[in-house]
């Protein structure tokens, strides 16, 4: 397999002493693409990376259990493994790949290295702005974990995002701000997602607004319900990558189609 030799942030000169080597030893290129979301958004948080050609140089070693006998033993780098044999190398990982998880093992490998949030910002790192994208979305969701795995999703998919915590901090920014989609957790403090987008159809603004439901249930109960609360449609966490991505495009398709409609219907 081919590894990159480019800089996560795209600018060579930006490396500092704290950035992280990380070396690809031999992992498909599913799995490593979705490694390679989890450092890019490590990235624009402050947590400098760079891709390196060789393991000697690499401070974090990803690989898969197959794979380990190929390794120098003597390596000082943490080594990430995919697979179930607990007994081998720092981190284990057991197939399939979900985002949160991966998160969670690049989160430790980091640790382990003891490398730490660089205090100054890369310049090549911008604010996004939600004017330069076609839908911005709110995720209403206790879970930090959640919130970081679908802002990555979504600004992989060219979707900016805002975050709520609870169902009334979320009935206050659809107050303030207009989001073309929602990604709503049934479970959370305070009133529930139930009775969250029930209160969010009342307002004129939000009767048509997608609304995707997040539950940590896989009952039949729960999706009739989000149904009859007023739910566009209901995703089973962990939230699974192409499940995402399949409910975005279905999502976004129906945005556009409503938009157009709505154009003629002014023109008419």
Same mark, same amino acid.
């Given at each position: 397999?081919?590894?990159?030799?480019?800089?996560?942030?795209?600018?060579?000169?930006?490396?500092?002493?704290?950035?992280?080597?990380?070396?690809?030893?031999?992992?498909?290129?599913?799995?490593?693409?979705?490694?390679?979301?989890?450092?890019?958004?490590?990235?624009?948080?402050?947590?400098?990376?760079?891709?390196?050609?060789?393991?000697?140089?690499?401070?974090?070693?990803?690989?898969?259990?197959?794979?380990?006998?190929?390794?120098?033993?003597?390596?000082?780098?943490?080594?990430?493994?995919?697979?179930?044999?607990?007994?081998? @190398?720092?981190?284990?990982?057991?197939?399939?790949?979900?985002?949160?998880?991966?998160?969670?093992?690049?989160?430790?490998?980091?640790?382990?290295?003891?490398?730490?949030?660089?205090?100054?910002?890369?310049?090549?790192?911008?604010? *996004?702005?939600?004017?330069?994208?076609?839908?911005?979305?709110?995720?209403?969701?206790?879970?930090?974990?959640?919130?970081?795995?679908?802002?990555?999703?979504?600004?992989?998919?060219?979707?900016?995002?805002?975050?709520?915590?609870? @169902?009334?901090?979320?009935?206050?920014?659809?107050?303030?701000?207009? &989001?073309?989609?929602? &990604?709503?957790?049934?479970?959370?403090?305070?009133?529930?997602?139930?009775?969250?987008?029930?209160?969010?159809?009342?307002?004129?603004?939000?009767?048509?607004?997608?609304?995707?439901?997040?539950?940590?249930?896989?009952?039949?109960?729960?999706?009739?319900?989000?149904?009859?609360?007023?739910?566009?449609?209901?995703?089973?966490?962990?939230?699974?990558?192409?499940?995402? *991505? *399949?409910?975005?495009?279905?999502?976004?398709?129906?945005?556009?189609?409503?938009?157009?409609?709505?154009?003629?219907?002014?023109?008419?």
């Amino acid at each position: 397999m081919n590894n990159t030799n480019d800089n996560i942030d795209g600018n060579t000169a930006s490396l500092s002493e704290k950035s992280i080597g990380i070396y690809f030893s031999n992992i498909n290129n599913k799995d490593q693409k979705i490694f390679e979301k989890v450092i890019a958004f490590n990235n624009s948080h402050n947590i400098k990376s760079h891709y390196c050609d060789e393991p000697d140089s690499a401070d974090i070693i990803i690989t898969t259990e197959q794979n380990m006998s190929q390794l120098d033993q003597g390596s000082s780098a943490v080594v990430v493994v995919i697979g179930n044999d607990r007994s081998l @190398g720092d981190i284990q990982l057991a197939p399939p790949l979900l985002i949160t998880r991966v998160m969670k093992a690049v989160e430790n490998a980091i640790k382990k290295i003891g490398v730490e949030k660089s205090t100054n910002k890369p310049a090549s790192v911008k604010p *996004q702005s939600t004017e330069q994208k076609h839908y911005h979305a709110l995720v209403i969701d206790d879970s930090a974990s959640i919130r970081k795995q679908l802002e990555l999703e979504l600004r992989d998919a060219g979707i900016s995002s805002d975050f709520a915590e609870s @169902g009334e901090q979320a009935l206050e920014k659809i107050q303030q701000e207009k &989001f073309d989609l929602i &990604f709503l957790d049934i479970i959370m403090p305070g009133i529930d997602g139930y009775e969250t987008c029930k209160k969010m159809r009342t307002n004129a603004a939000y009767k048509k607004t997608p609304i995707i439901m997040l539950s940590g249930k896989n009952s039949p109960l729960d999706e009739v319900e989000g149904v009859i609360a007023g739910a566009t449609c209901y995703l089973t966490k962990p939230v699974k990558s192409d499940m995402l *991505q *399949q409910t975005l495009n279905r999502v976004t398709k129906w945005i556009d189609n409503f938009a157009d409609a709505r154009k003629e219907q002014m023109t008419a």
